[in-house]
């Protein structure tokens, strides 16, 4: 028998997530040390001026997170040593939209997520130096908030909840309509990626 739902808690726990995640976030730097090894909730904001270089000036503004996702197990490896780190743009959804957003901007080169073994294009991972200009511009214009969340709530029913509010245009899975020139500009990348590996199987 499915366990029945509190609904007023789990409404409570969406207000206190978004009363949370709505602060202006800290730069990378400054949570690297204090960013708990706990599950919860985080958001990515940007400012105006990132917004404009994403060409996301009319997506509601900067009361709007670019991205809400879900750590299960750890804030800290989640946030910083997945979406933040270099290296790891194929395993890292956000990096991925990101790069596909940026790819004039930083000149970003995609490649297969792991040259050696080529496949699932659309987890493309990027060439080594595009990779460190994403970084580098992610630590200067992008800053994190994060909610822990209690013991014995459902992490992805508040997860769910955030994102159908706020419909962030970073998300693609949950939203009602994920970003139409967002997939479209992956699926560049993902193609530039596939180029790439059929050009080395040539050689």
């Given amino acids: 028998m499915a366990e029945s739902i509190d609904w007023q808690r789990l409404a409570d726990a969406v ?27 985080y958001v990515i904001h940007g400012s105006e001026r990132a917004r404009q270089a994403l060409g996301l000036e009319e997506d509601g503004g900067a009361s709007v997170p670019l991205y809400v996702g879900k750590a299960e197990r750890s804030l800290r490896s989640r946030d910083l040593r997945g979406h933040f780190s270099t290296g790891k743009t194929g395993s890292s959804t956000v990096r991925r939209s990101l790069a596909a957003l940026l790819s004039k901007t930083l000149d970003i080169s995609a ?51 955030v994102i159908s509010r706020w419909q962030p245009v970073l998300n693609l899975d949950k939203v009602l309509a994920p970003d139409a020139r967002l997939k479209s500009l992956r699926a560049v990348l993902a193609t530039q990626a ?9 050689r």
Avoid: H
Avoid at 194 to 202: C, S, T
């Fill in 194 to 202: 596939r180029q790439w590996a059929e050009e080395q199987a040539m």
């Fill in 111 to 161: 490649r297969p997520r792991n040259p050696d073994k080529p496949e699932r294009f659309s987890n493309y991972g990027l060439e080594a130096e595009s990779d460190a200009r994403l970084t580098e511009w992610m630590g200067a214009n992008l800053t994190l908030a994060y909610w822990v969340k209690e013991a014995d709530l459902v992490l992805d029913q508040i997860e769910t909840a």
């Fill in 15 to 41: 207000e206190a997530a978004c009363a949370a995640l709505m602060r202006p976030g800290e730069s990378i730097e400054d949570l690297e040390q204090t960013v708990p090894a706990r599950a919860g909730l």
